[in-house]
């Protein structure tokens, strides 16, 4: 009972959260907008200039010790800011308390690892983010205004090249640097939005907001986006070139409300706020992941849709369908945004590789179920992975299904399948349902290889409910077969003479 009256108490204390916002906002939205000036029609002046600009060092990557001030050129000496040199400005979010989040210098340590001869750059517009949201989201204007004052700045003084800038903003970050972008004279080289805010910025104008005019590449992270538009912390729409939706984006593992609870229990429930962000800041710890893990590099995946990712249907990699998450991403841009795909684990480091795996059902009955409890354990040349648990949404008769399968595991190249069909445990007795497969046809996302599956003693194997696991070896044909294949596309193409008849007597 301890436990149900804490949780009425998250609960509660969200719904009241977004009740302010959402009044807030009906009660801002009545007040006219300033309209927006370009530094470059007005003269510059700097004086007005209230966010400040902390160049930070590798060896105190937490201390503000100087500040870059435009307007004057011995400040960037001072603060041993190297012109010639690649150049990361963090852009924090709403920051009520008045101070940086912990993350912010978990990040700047995880950038000077990752480039230890960048400057970086903390931008700090505190005094304006630490109000009630919608004040807070309004100075996301006046905040990106004074980042392209320092921009153009940099470039009109110090001759500053724009394509080594790179812009990292979390959450109301995010749209201070896409206000940013949209007014330098020059385009910045990057911008990363690390879950841009979604309340007053989800139906906003591309002038208000981030966008993928802003900077020559954008890329975005989406970890926060539950609920209805109106109501989701992180936007929900595509803001960037490269927009990426771990686990859906609307939910991260480790940030559930059981690990609320859990939270709760050892830390006490001063840290609600934690623990309502935590899957908005996940944005952060996957970036910070992507820059100091590079052996672990997080692949994320182009998909129509989150339901069509969850059935393993978009693990192609041809044509830049997929791409790296954060900061080693391929710069693809496109006509229209991209959303991307992956899942990711519940902690640094994050990386899960990816399976599709297919298998057709065959069997006599007409059975037609739904939410079937299935086991699968996958064994390769570098590992295993055993009884990864799976929740089939269909399981029908003389179907095929397809469905994503995830390992923290790598297991090297795939050797062996084995499944088993969980009893649903409140008919346990009822065991007669099963079905005949044949083989296993699984994709490797990460790898890309194809291989296929035949099951071990005979031509079927036999999948009954509630019984013993079944097994699959990989099938030796498979070299056999894709030769074949490659001699029958050459054919098609009539370049199959030309190659020689050796390749001919092979087939
Ligand atoms: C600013 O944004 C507008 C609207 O998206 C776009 O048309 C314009 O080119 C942008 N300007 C710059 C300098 O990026
Ligand atoms: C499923 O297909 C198999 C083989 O193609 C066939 O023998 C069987 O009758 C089919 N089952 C049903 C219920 O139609």
Not at 43 to 68: G, M, N
Not at 120 to 140: C, F, G, K, M
Not at 200 to 213: G, K, V
Not at 462 to 476: E, I, M, N, P, W
């Amino acid at each position: 009972s301890h436990c149900t009256m804490q949780g009425k108490a998250i609960t509660w204390l969200l719904i009241i959260g977004i009740a302010i916002i959402k009044s807030c906002e009906a009660l801002s939205n009545t007040i006219e907008a300033p309209s927006l000036t370009s530094p470059s029609d007005a003269p510059l002046d700097y004086s007005a200039i209230e966010t400040k600009f902390s160049v930070r060092s590798p060896e105190e990557p937490e201390e503000d010790l100087c500040y870059l001030v435009p307007g004057r050129p011995e400040t960037a000496s001072e603060c041993g800011f190297n012109p010639a040199r690649k150049t990361i400005a963090v852009i924090h979010g709403w920051a009520v308390a008045g101070f940086f989040d912990s993350w912010v210098y978990k990040l700047v340590a995880a950038l000077f690892e990752r480039e230890p001869n960048a400057n970086i750059i903390v931008v700090d517009w505190l005094d304006r983010a630490q109000h009630h949201y919608p004040n807070s989201a309004e100075n996301t204007r006046l905040a990106g205004q004074d980042v392209a004052k320092l921009i153009n700045w940099l470039e009109a003084e110090l001759q500053y090249d724009l394509s080594k800038l790179h812009l990292l903003g979390y959450s109301l970050g995010a749209h201070v640097a896409g206000v940013a972008g949209n007014l330098t004279n020059n385009k910045v080289n990057r911008i990363t939005g690390l879950d841009p805010a979604g309340p007053h910025f989800e139906y906003a104008n591309e002038l208000r907001r981030l966008s993928p005019d802003d900077a020559t590449f954008v890329d975005v992270l989406h970890t926060n986006t539950k609920g209805s538009p109106d109501f989701s912390i992180g936007i929900q729409r595509p803001v960037g070139h490269v927009d990426i939706y771990p686990n859906g984006g609307n939910e991260q593992p480790g940030c559930t409300f059981q690990n609320a609870m859990k939270m709760i229990a050892t830390f006490g429930i001063n840290n609600v706020d934690q623990i309502v962000k935590c899957a908005h800041e996940r944005s952060v710890h996957l970036f910070i992941d992507s820059l100091v893990n590079r052996q672990q590099q997080s692949m994320a995946y182009r998909c129509s849709s989150k339901d069509a990712f969850n059935r393993g249907l978009c693990l192609s990699c041809r044509k830049n369908r997929c791409n790296n998450l954060g900061y080693g991403v391929n710069k693809v841009r496109r006509a229209r945004s991209t959303k991307m795909y992956l899942k990711t684990g519940a902690q640094m480091p994050f990386k899960v590789f990816h399976y599709q795996v297919k298998a057709h059902f065959f069997s006599q009955k007409n059975l037609i179920l739904s939410q079937q409890p299935i086991l699968v354990s996958l064994y390769g040349t570098h590992g295993e992975k055993e009884n990864i648990p799976l929740i089939l949404p269909e399981l029908n008769t003389n179907t095929t299904v397809s469905f994503l399968l995830t390992t923290d595991v790598d297991i090297g190249e795939l050797l062996m399948v084995k499944m088993l069909w969980e009893s649903d445990s409140f008919f346990s007795y009822f065991r007669d349902n099963d079905f005949m497969i044949r083989r296993m046809r699984i994709k490797a996302g990460e790898t890309q290889a194809k291989v296929s599956f035949r099951a071990k003693d005979a031509e079927f194997a036999h999948l009954v409910q509630g019984g013993d696991a079944v097994t699959f070896l990989k099938s030796k044909e498979d070299q056999n077969s894709r030769r074949r294949e490659r001699l029958h596309r050459r054919k098609m193409h009539g370049s199959f003479f030309k190659q020689g008849q050796n390749e001919a007597a092979i087939a």
